[in-house]
């Protein structure tokens, strides 16, 4: 992997003190999120999942609690972000965002010159 950007969060709110931290790890392409004991979430071009942590994994045999398997979009960045806060309370950092829904400056402009 190139271009590995890493973000690091642990619980702020003192009733959530005692939450481990995670690590949000991206390639550009791909994000991981992960938790005690393993992935938490991934955000790639094919889907979009969001697992139980282990210890549930473990007693319930349950793993998905928000998965999808098929290309994702912008939107989708956007519900991948919003569910892993929702349901882990991990904030996915922008700079974590996959390269190909960043904006580029000036593409407009290229365009236009080449129409």
């Not at 973000?7 to 949000?24: C, I, K, M, N, S």
């Not at 609690?65 to 956007?78: R, V």
Request: glycine share 10%; with cysteine; hydrophobic share 30%.
């Amino acid at each position: 992997m190139t271009d590995l950007r890493f973000a690091h969060r642990r619980a702020e709110d003192p009733q959530r003190a005692t939450e481990p931290e995670y690590d949000v790890m991206s390639d550009g392409v791909t994000v991981w999120v992960n938790g005690a004991g393993g992935l938490l979430g991934r955000f790639g071009r094919n889907g979009i999942d969001v697992h139980q942590p282990l210890s549930v994994q473990q007693q319930t045999g349950s793993e998905c609690l928000f998965c999808t398997n098929k290309p994702t979009t912008a939107s989708d960045w956007d519900l991948f972000v919003s569910k892993m806060d929702e349901l882990h309370g991990v904030q996915v950092p922008d700079k974590c965002i996959p390269t190909r829904f960043k904006k580029k400056k000036g593409r407009t402009n290229a365009m236009k010159a080449e129409g």
